[in-house]
């Protein structure tokens, strides 16, 4: 190297990927300034990989059938929403009691999607029920809720 290169390394470079879709590849260029005469501001090409995540939402957290007879379907409905920039695979929601019935109980769901899930509470005999649903999905950090 003579005098009158210099060379340095960029030990980081931070980048926000805010609002770019899934799987987006976008090539561009970083200008560095040095105090080089010859070149005061060198081009440098950058290239930026951004994958999406999936991300599970739900409409309701808890519903309240009320007062309800044995034998009587009541319906609900749940929305499962993917706010996410990635495909969300729900693999299962599993009712812990099978007097509340689920359908669909596995899907795909594009990004910025929803689905409306069905909940049918038939009551088999008298007495509370307290039923808690389990949805298991591929959105990280929130694998099952």
Do not use: W
């Not at 009158?4 to 770019?20: F, K, P, Y």
């Not at 038939?122 to 809720?145: F, R």
Request: aromatic share 4%.
């Amino acid at each position: 190297m003579t005098g009158s290169e210099i060379c340095r390394t960029i030990d980081r470079l931070i980048a926000d990927g805010a609002g770019l879709e899934a799987i987006l590849d976008k090539a561009e260029g970083a200008m560095v300034a040095s105090n080089d005469p010859a070149r005061p501001v060198v081009h440098v090409p950058v290239h930026l990989r951004v994958t999406g995540a999936p991300h599970i939402a739900l409409s309701d957290s808890a519903f309240t059938f009320g007062q309800v007879y044995v034998g009587t379907s009541y319906p609900e409905t749940l929305i499962v929403i993917n706010d996410g920039t990635d495909l969300l695979t729900v693999s299962s929601i599993l009712s812990s009691d099978p007097q509340l019935v689920v359908d669909p109980t596995a899907f795909t769901l594009p990004p910025h999607d929803s689905l409306r899930v069905n909940l049918a509470l038939t009551a088999t005999g008298v007495g509370p029920i307290a039923a808690t649903l389990t949805i298991t999905s591929d959105a990280p950090g929130q694998g099952s809720i």
